[in-house]
């Protein structure tokens, strides 16, 4: 689909893919990423993730 990246670029008429529901003040949205944004996304999710398991950020659990 086509549509505004929400993320890091705010590209509007891109290839955008659905993320899940945003929730801001209350009200709820639906949430698109572009490619390149959700690149982005993984790579940091990935970079938090292999921070936590060599000990580098405290434990939220």
Same mark, same amino acid.
């Given at each position: $689909?086509? #549509?505004?990246c =929400? @993320? =890091?670029? #705010?590209?509007d *008429?891109?290839e955008v893919?659905w993320? +899940?529901?945003?929730? /801001?003040s #209350? $009200?709820?949205a639906?949430l698109y990423? /572009?490619?390149?944004? @959700?690149? +982005?996304l993984?790579q940091r999710? @990935? +970079?938090?993730n $292999?921070? +936590? *398991?060599?000990?580098?950020l405290?434990?939220?659990?």
């Open positions: $689909m086509r #549509g505004e =929400w @993320l =890091w670029c #705010g590209r *008429d891109v893919t993320i +899940e529901p945003v929730r /801001s #209350g $009200m709820y639906a990423a /572009s490619r390149a944004c @959700l690149y +982005e993984d999710v @990935l +970079e938090i $292999m921070r +936590e *398991d060599v000990g580098g405290p434990n939220h659990h």
